[in-house]
């Protein structure tokens, strides 16, 4: 989840002026539940000064929902992740979304992503706990580059 303070708006006013009709803030915070994606915008898409470089999305599905009508080579996806030993955070190159096969009627699907490595995670905590993952349906895929490259 990402949350911020009235404080913490920008008081700039050619700032504020300038990300019109967004809101300018000089510090968000971010929970660990859901993950957070930062979405960066590829060079090509960066040539309009009107457009953000980048997004920072509370879990998958708005994740799904923001990047559905880009085009794929127009940004790359990445995920702020809290290491294992719960100190540390890992920034990962996104490949993909998926999503786990079996769900219960009516409840939202338990999503995964899988690295630029090809390692798959799960999108909240409590799935890490499982032995293995359960049977997984790709939902997207995104462009990725090799990590001796800048983004």
């Given at each position: ?6 404080t913490?708006?920008?008081r700039d ?9 967004l ?11 859901p ?14 000064a ?16 923001a990047?559905s009508e ?7 996806v990445?995920?702020?992740d809290?290491a294992?030993d719960?100190?540390?955070l890992?920034?990962?190159q ?6 786990e ?21 799960p999108c ?8 293995s993952?359960?049977e997984l349906v ?10 001796n490259q800048?983004v």
């Amino acid at each position: 989840m990402l949350v911020t303070d009235a404080t913490w708006a920008e008081r700039d006013p050619f700032k504020q002026q300038l990300a019109t009709p967004l809101q300018a803030w000089d510090c968000v915070v971010w929970t660990d539940e859901p993950l957070t994606f930062l979405v960066v915008a590829s060079s090509k898409r960066r040539g309009d000064a009107s457009l953000p470089t980048g997004w920072l999305l509370a879990g998958p599905e708005v994740l799904l929902e923001a990047v559905s009508e880009c085009q794929r080579d127009s940004f790359l996806v990445y995920v702020l992740d809290r290491a294992t030993d719960g100190i540390g955070l890992h920034l990962y190159q996104v490949a993909g979304i998926w999503r786990e096969r079996e769900t219960n009627a009516g409840d939202e699907p338990w999503r995964w992503y899988s690295t630029s490595q090809g390692e798959l995670r799960p999108c909240t905590r409590i799935r890490r706990y499982l032995a293995s993952p359960p049977e997984l349906v790709s939902e997207r895929s995104f462009d990725t580059v090799a990590t001796n490259q800048h983004v």
